[in-house]
């Protein structure tokens, strides 16, 4: 269990403590936006596969406690609550987006404030943060709540985060389209901005919901937990 904790803070750490902070721009200052991007990229690469080893091992160990049980019913909950997350992130991950890496440029462009991004401007990492919650609440031993946690606090973190580094970088330009979107989810459309979910169902979609599939069918192979009601596993 400790190497787990190691690893879960040595990953939060690079992130809460150097990326959207001043620290990165102090570094990105000394040797350039490319190589702190391609030095970060390794670096976060290596933290996530030291975390997975380090949850493997502990998941089941001696010291993996049960910390609670939420019943039944919550993994119940598997499939639409996930399906919705990877509505939200996979789309994320493909739609013009200026919160997104290198994609800066987006926040000038009428046409980024479309689909998901009417919903949050961070669709990619609500979509993890739900997963993440979801996992926390269907697995209650030791080992899962600090990884899935891990990612649920960084989620929920990196939003605000990267909200104030974009800020720091594109100025009104930023203002003028936080303006007319929202961290929170739906925050914006309380606001009196347009939602038209029928945005939200094109090519992306489909392209969520074929991830969603292929991940839902492989999970009891992969991970060796069914996601379906009855435990029933497809191979």
Do not use: C
Request: net charge positive.
């Amino acid at each position: 269990m400790t190497m787990l904790l190691t690893a879960a803070a040595v990953f939060l750490g690079i992130h809460v403590l150097i990326s959207g902070t001043r620290a990165r721009d102090a570094i990105t200052g000394a040797i350039g936006e490319g190589a702190y991007t391609g030095l970060f990229s390794l670096a976060s690469l290596a933290a996530i596969i030291w975390l997975v080893i380090a949850y493997n091992r502990a998941n089941g160990g001696a010291d993996d406690k049960e910390l609670y049980s939420l019943g039944v019913g919550v993994k119940h909950l598997a499939i639409p609550v996930v399906a919705l997350a990877f509505f939200l992130g996979v789309q994320g991950l493909l739609a013009p987006n200026p919160t997104s890496v290198k994609q800066e440029g987006a926040v000038a462009k009428d046409s980024t404030i479309h689909g998901v991004v009417r919903i949050t401007r961070h669709p990619f990492l609500w979509g993890v943060a739900l997963w993440a919650a979801f996992h926390v609440a269907a697995n209650g031993n030791l080992a899962s709540v600090i990884f899935f946690g891990t990612f649920l606090v960084l989620s929920v973190v990196g939003t605000f985060s990267i909200d104030a580094k974009r800020k720091r970088k594109l100025g009104e330009a930023w203002n003028e389209f936080a303006s007319k979107t929202s961290n929170i989810p739906f925050a914006a459309v309380l606001r009196g901005n347009p939602l038209r979910l029928g945005e939200s169902f094109g090519w992306r979609f489909g392209v969520a919901m074929l991830v969603f599939l292929a991940v839902l069918f492989s999970h009891a192979h992969l991970f060796h937990v069914s996601p379906f009601p009855n435990g029933w596993a497809p191979y």
